[in-house]
């Protein structure tokens, strides 16, 4: 059981926009720690696509957007893209766990 | 450009030990955290273990407290982890994480900023 929930599949055509939630609590997200985003696709190093809640580094396409409000982070992706296809992952602190905390991770499918 | 490349994993017996290395270069070592994150087959990413960047506070998730050690070396440009009394769940994708110094709204924030491709431990009787 993660510490930060996110759905664990998400899917939708080319063209179309997705969003990821990524529910956490007070002593996370909530105690005001920021929301990192990173994409991963199996077997490679994953990749930090959003930091501090909506922040992209360079090279980040701004098809890739954050936000962050309360106890709850999102990630939305807009005009999907098949390469776009891979896991995406929330992380944060936890000041009652004194650690980095992760999302479950979501997949999601370009149908 | 920044790479960080991680080494040592391979298949070894509950209870047995095993370090684990990640080689940096592209950046100033001694100037950043590191961590170590985990992904156990069919699983998420998991937390390791964190250090500063003068190596003076160390931090480890609860399921490895006690058994793992993080630390560094500067002069070889390498982050370890040495893991004792291994289990079977510690079988995992092991990556070292540069820890990022941004810019945010209101400061600074601190994302794993650069990963390595990972190295693969196998706990198995």
Known sequence: ?111 | QVQLVESGGGEVQPGRSLRLSCVVSGFTFSDYAMHWVRQAPGKGLEWVAFISYDGRRTQYADSVKGRFTISRDTFRNTLYLQMNSLRTEDTAVYYCAKEGALYCSGGKCYPFEYWGQGTLVTVSS
Do not use: M
């Open chain 1, 1 to 111: 059981q993660s510490v930060l929930t996110q759905p664990p599949s998400v899917s939708g055509a080319p063209g179309q926009r997705v969003i990821i939630s990524c529910t956490g609590s007070r002593s996370n997200i909530g105690a005001d720690h920021d929301v990192h985003w990173y994409q991963h696709l199996p077997g490679t190093a994953p990749k930090l696509l959003i930091y501090g809640n909506r922040n992209r580094p360079s090279g980040v396409p701004d098809r890739f957007s954050g936000s962050k409000s309360g106890t709850s982070a999102s990630l939305a992706i807009t005009g999907l893209q098949a390469e776009d296809e891979a896991d995406y992952y929330c992380q944060s602190y936890d000041s009652g766990l004194n650690g980095w905390v992760f999302g479950g991770g979501t997949k999601l499918t370009v149908l």
